[in-house]
C-alpha cells in the first residue's frame, strides 16, 4: 500500500511540474550517468525515460536522431531483437595489442544481451526476458512519443572519454581523445539542427565526460563558449576515474551543471526533491 500511494505522489508531483515550468529535462544517455546522477538527484519525481538507461557510448546521438526520425521502428516488437553478444562484451574481436594501445573492451567478455537488430551498436542490460523489454520499451516510448508532441524539451547528453567511437574498441594511449571530442561537438550540432526541426525551443546540453584529475588546461583549444550558441550548451565535466564507492566529484559536478545550466528552467522547485 505504501509503495503504491509513493508511486501516486511520484506522478501527481511529475504532472504538477509539467505544468508548472516550460521546459521538460530529458536525458538521452549515452549511458546512465545522467539519469542516476543529475536526474535522480534533483527530478526525482520524473519517471524513467526511453534513453535514461541504454548503453548507446558508441554511436550516440546518431542513433538517437536516427531512432526517433524512424519512430521507434525497430524497438517494439520482440522480433526486433536478437540475444546475442554486443561487441563491447565480444570474445576474439580483439586479438593483438601494442605497447601504445588499449582496449574498451568490458572485462566481463561473453555475456549476452537483447540487441536491436536494427541497432547493433545499442544495448540494454536490464532485462534479462525479451517480453519484460520490450514491454517496458513501448510503455517509454509512448510517453516519449507525448512529450516530444506536447512540450519544450531541454535534452541532456554526455559521451565519454574511455568509450568507443563508430566501434573503434582499440585506442591509442591518450585514448585517441582530439578526434572523440571533435566527434562530440559535431553530433551534437547535428543532433540540435534535428531536434530544432521537431520544436524550434529545444534545446540540448551536450557534455564530455573526463577523469576528475584531467588537465582542464589542454582543453581550452575546444572554445567551447564560442560553438555553444541559440539553442546548444557545450561543456566538459570531470568525475570519471574516481573509486565507485566515491561520490565526491560527480556529485559535486553534476551540482555545477544543474545550476550554471538547469537550475533556472525550474520556475516553482518541489518540495523534498533534493
Same mark, same amino acid.
Given at each position: 500500500?505504501?509503495?503504491?500511494?509513493?508511486?501516486?505522489?511520484?506522478? #501527481?508531483?511529475?504532472?504538477?511540474?509539467?505544468?508548472?515550468?516550460?521546459?521538460?529535462?530529458? /536525458?538521452?544517455?549515452?549511458?546512465?550517468?545522467?539519469?542516476?546522477?543529475?536526474?535522480?538527484?534533483?527530478?526525482?519525481?520524473?519517471?524513467?525515460?526511453?534513453?535514461?538507461? =541504454?548503453?548507446? +557510448?558508441?554511436?550516440?546521438?546518431?542513433?538517437?536522431?536516427?531512432?526517433?526520425? $524512424?519512430?521507434?521502428?525497430?524497438?517494439?516488437?520482440?522480433?526486433?531483437?536478437?540475444?546475442?553478444?554486443?561487441?563491447?562484451?565480444?570474445?576474439? =574481436?580483439?586479438?593483438?595489442?601494442?605497447?601504445?594501445? +588499449?582496449? #574498451?573492451? /568490458?572485462?566481463?567478455?561473453?555475456?549476452?544481451?537483447?540487441?536491436?537488430?536494427?541497432?547493433?551498436?545499442?544495448?540494454?542490460?536490464?532485462?534479462?526476458?525479451?517480453?519484460? %523489454?520490450?514491454?517496458?520499451?513501448?510503455?517509454?516510448?509512448?510517453?516519449?512519443?507525448?512529450?516530444?508532441?506536447?512540450?519544450?524539451?531541454?535534452?541532456?547528453?554526455?559521451?565519454?572519454?574511455?568509450?568507443?567511437?563508430?566501434?573503434?574498441?582499440?585506442?591509442?594511449?591518450?585514448?585517441? %581523445?582530439?578526434?572523440?571530442?571533435?566527434?562530440?561537438?559535431?553530433?551534437?550540432?547535428?543532433?540540435?539542427?534535428?531536434?530544432?526541426?521537431?520544436?524550434?525551443?529545444?534545446?540540448?546540453?551536450?557534455?564530455?565526460?573526463?577523469?576528475?584529475?584531467?588537465?582542464?588546461?589542454?582543453?581550452?583549444?575546444? /572554445? =567551447?563558449?564560442?560553438? /555553444?550558441? $541559440?539553442? %546548444?550548451?557545450?561543456?566538459?565535466?570531470?568525475?570519471?576515474?574516481?573509486?565507485?564507492?566515491?561520490?565526491?566529484?560527480?556529485?559535486?559536478?553534476?551540482?555545477?551543471?544543474?545550476?550554471?545550466? =538547469?537550475?533556472?528552467?525550474?520556475?516553482?522547485?518541489?518540495?523534498?526533491?533534493?
Amino acid at each position: 500500500m505504501k509503495l503504491f500511494i509513493s508511486a501516486i505522489k511520484k506522478k #501527481l508531483k511529475y504532472a504538477t511540474h509539467s505544468l508548472l515550468n516550460r521546459e521538460l529535462i530529458i /536525458s538521452l544517455g549515452s549511458g546512465c550517468d545522467i539519469k542516476i546522477f543529475l536526474i535522480n538527484t534533483y527530478y526525482k519525481h520524473y519517471p524513467t525515460e526511453f534513453f535514461d538507461y =541504454l548503453w548507446n +557510448l558508441d554511436i550516440g546521438l546518431d542513433y538517437v536522431k536516427d531512432i526517433i526520425k $524512424n519512430d521507434f521502428e525497430g524497438l517494439t516488437e520482440e522480433a526486433d531483437f536478437t540475444l546475442t553478444t554486443h561487441k563491447k562484451f565480444q570474445k576474439n =574481436l580483439i586479438t593483438k595489442l601494442t605497447e601504445k594501445e +588499449l582496449s #574498451l573492451q /568490458s572485462e566481463e567478455l561473453g555475456i549476452q544481451h537483447h540487441v536491436a537488430k536494427r541497432y547493433p551498436e545499442l544495448n540494454f542490460m536490464h532485462y534479462p526476458e525479451i517480453d519484460e %523489454l520490450v514491454k517496458s520499451f513501448n510503455k517509454k516510448i509512448k510517453r516519449f512519443r507525448k512529450i516530444l508532441k506536447s512540450r519544450n524539451v531541454h535534452f541532456v547528453y554526455y559521451r565519454q572519454f574511455d568509450e568507443p567511437v563508430q566501434s573503434e574498441y582499440v585506442n591509442n594511449s591518450d585514448y585517441n %581523445l582530439d578526434s572523440k571530442i571533435e566527434f562530440w561537438i559535431k553530433e551534437s550540432v547535428d543532433f540540435i539542427e534535428f531536434a530544432k526541426s521537431i520544436n524550434k525551443r529545444n534545446k540540448l546540453l551536450s557534455l564530455f565526460a573526463l577523469p576528475y584529475d584531467f588537465d582542464k588546461t589542454s582543453l581550452e583549444k575546444y /572554445s =567551447l563558449d564560442e560553438k /555553444s550558441k $541559440n539553442s %546548444l550548451t557545450l561543456d566538459f565535466i570531470y568525475y570519471k576515474n574516481a573509486e565507485s564507492s566515491d561520490r565526491t566529484y560527480v556529485d559535486a559536478e553534476m551540482e555545477r551543471i544543474h545550476k550554471k545550466y =538547469l537550475e533556472h528552467t525550474q520556475l516553482k522547485p518541489l518540495a523534498n526533491d533534493r
